[in-house]
C-alpha cells in the first residue's frame, strides 16, 4: 500500500468515528456536559478548522481560509478556554458538518498531489489531531448525565486471574528512547530525538493495578489517611472530597456512559488523578514508573539489543493484541492480551487505560519544534504529568510506544490508570496483594 493510500484510509477512519461521536441532535452537541470540556459542537469544527490549517493553509492562521476571520477565531484552543467555549456564537452542527465535508474533499485533493517520497507528516498530524479529539469527546459524553446515548460496547476477551498483583524484572543497561523520523514519519516533537540512556534495573506491574485492587485501598482507609499522599496531593483530595475512583458509588456499582453497572473486579481501575495514583503506590509499597522506565518496559527487545515498533513486536495492532479503537468503551479485563505482551513479559502496556507516570513533561535533549510549534512546548513548565501506553478510546493509527501524554494531575475525567513499579532491590508487598 502506498503512503498516499494509508494516509487516505487513516482519513477516514478518523472521520467515520468523528461523526458517529457527534451523530446526535442539534441540542445534545450544544450541551455543555462539564466545565473542564467543550460542546461537541466545537470539537467537530476545530477537527475541520485544524485540518484546513495544516493542509489548505499551510499553518499559517493569517492566510484566508473558508471561515470568516472572526468565526475562524472561534476555534484556536488557545484563545478561548474550554470553560467559555458554550458561551460561544459557534457554526450550527449542519454548517460545521458542511465545512468538515468541503475540507475533507480539498484535503483529499491536495493528497492525490503528494510526492510519493514524501511521508505526508502534515496529513499524518491532522489524523493524530482528529483522532485525539475523538477520545476528548470520549471523555466528554462520559460526564454526561442522564439516559445512555448507545450502548455499553463490544464484546473483550476473558482476563487471566493469575496475573493480577504480579511484577516483571527489568534489568538495567542502556537503550534507546524515542524515535525520529526515519523509523517514525508521523511521530510527534516531543517523541523526538531517538537517543541512548542508561536505565537502573527496577521491577513493574505485569499489567494495570485493577479496581479490586483500589477497593482494597478504600477499604484500607487510603483516601482518609495523609500518610500515604503528597502534600499537594492531600490538600486536593480534600478540596474535591475525593473518596474514590469517578463515577464509582458507593454501593459497588459505577455510571459508564450512562449505564449503571457493577465494577468488574478484574479490570484496570480508571478515571484516577495522579495525586491518587501516588497515593495507591504509596499504599502499596511501590512507586509510579518513570516514564523512561516505561517505555523500556514497553518497547526494548534486549535479545536483539534494538527497540520494537510495538510491544510484541512489528505486526500492526489487532484485537487480539490490545484494546484501541473506542468501541468496547471500557477497559479489557488484566490478562487479555497475552500475545501482545513485550518483550519483558510485561502485558496491556498499549490500549486500556493511560498510565500516570512519575515524569513531568520535559522535552528530550536536541528538542526541535515541529510545524505545529505549539502542540508541546507551551506545556513545558513542569505541572504536567505524563501519561503513557493509550487508553481503550485511542485510535491504533496513532499510538506507538513513545507517545506521550499529558495533563494536569489533578485530572480524571481522561481514561487515566495505573500500574506500579519497584526499584529492583526493593521487594513487592504480599500483604498488599502484590507478588
Not at 478548522?49 to 488557545?78: C, H, K, T, V
Not at 537503550?175 to 525520529?180: A, H, M, R
Not at 459497588?252 to 480508571?270: K, L, N, S, Y
Request: proline share 8%; aromatic share 10%; glycine share 8%.
Amino acid at each position: 500500500m502506498t503512503t498516499r493510500e494509508t494516509l487516505a484510509q487513516q482519513l477516514t477512519r478518523a472521520r467515520e468515528r468523528t461523526l458517529r461521536l457527534v451523530d446526535f441532535d442539534d441540542a445534545e452537541l450544544h450541551r455543555q456536559y462539564s466545565p473542564l470540556m467543550s460542546p461537541l459542537v466545537w470539537d467537530l469544527a476545530h477537527i475541520g478548522q485544524q485540518e484546513e490549517l495544516w493542509l489548505l493553509r499551510g499553518g499559517n492562521s493569517d492566510r484566508p481560509g473558508m471561515l470568516d476571520p472572526e468565526i475562524d477565531r472561534l476555534y484556536d484552543a488557545f484563545v478561548h478556554s474550554r470553560a467559555s467555549r458554550v458561551d460561544l456564537p459557534l457554526l450550527p452542527p449542519t454548517d460545521a458538518r458542511d465545512y468538515c465535508a468541503t475540507v475533507r474533499s480539498r484535503a483529499l485533493d491536495a493528497l492525490d498531489s503528494l510526492d510519493p517520497d514524501d511521508s505526508g507528516f502534515n496529513f499524518g498530524l491532522v489524523i493524530s489531531h482528529e483522532n485525539q479529539h475523538d477520545e476528548t469527546m470520549l471523555q466528554a459524553l462520559s460526564l454526561r448525565t442522564g439516559p445512555p446515548l448507545f450502548d455499553a460496547g463490544t464484546a473483550l476477551p476473558a482476563g487471566r486471574r493469575d496475573v493480577a498483583g504480579t511484577s516483571v524484572l527489568v534489568p538495567g543497561g542502556p537503550f534507546v528512547l524515542g524515535v525520529d523520523e526515519l523509523t517514525e514519519p508521523h511521530s510527534l516533537d516531543n517523541e523526538r530525538p531517538a537517543h541512548i540512556v542508561e536505565v537502573a534495573s527496577f521491577r513493574i506491574g505485569r499489567v494495570p493495578v485493577t479496581n479490586a485492587e483500589w477497593r482494597e485501598f478504600i477499604d484500607d482507609g487510603g483516601y482518609q489517611q495523609s500518610r500515604w499522599w503528597s502534600e499537594r496531593g492531600w490538600a486536593h483530595r480534600q478540596e474535591a472530597g475525593l473518596t474514590a475512583p469517578q463515577f464509582w458509588g458507593p454501593d459497588g456499582t459505577r455510571r459508564r456512559f450512562g449505564h449503571i453497572e457493577t465494577i468488574p473486579a478484574d479490570e484496570p481501575v480508571q478515571h484516577v488523578t495522579f495525586f491518587e495514583a501516588e497515593a495507591y503506590a504509596a499504599w502499596a509499597g511501590a512507586r509510579l514508573p518513570t516514564e523512561i522506565e516505561w517505555e523500556k518496559a514497553c518497547a526494548w527487545d534486549p535479545v536483539a539489543g534494538s527497540r520494537r515498533r510495538f510491544p510484541w513486536g512489528t505486526s500492526e495492532p489487532t484485537e487480539a493484541l490490545a484494546n484501541l479503537g473506542g468501541d468496547a468503551r471500557r477497559p479489557a479485563p488484566v490478562g487479555a492480551y497475552p500475545a501482545g505482551a513485550s518483550a519483558y513479559g510485561v502485558e496491556q502496556m498499549l490500549g486500556d487505560v493511560w498510565e500516570w507516570t512519575s515524569s513531568p513533561l520535559r522535552p528530550w535533549p536536541g528538542f526541535t519544534p515541529m510545524v505545529y510549534d505549539r502542540y508541546t512546548e507551551p506545556f513545558f513548565d513542569g505541572d504536567y504529568r505524563i501519561l503513557r501506553g493509550g487508553s481503550w478510546a485511542v485510535s491504533a493509527d496513532i499510538l506507538r510506544p513513545s507517545f506521550r501524554n499529558w495533563d494536569h494531575p489533578i485530572r480524571r475525567q481522561i481514561f487515566s490508570g495505573v500500574r506500579l513499579a519497584w526499584d529492583a532491590g526493593d521487594e513487592p508487598l504480599a500483604r498488599r496483594g502484590i507478588s
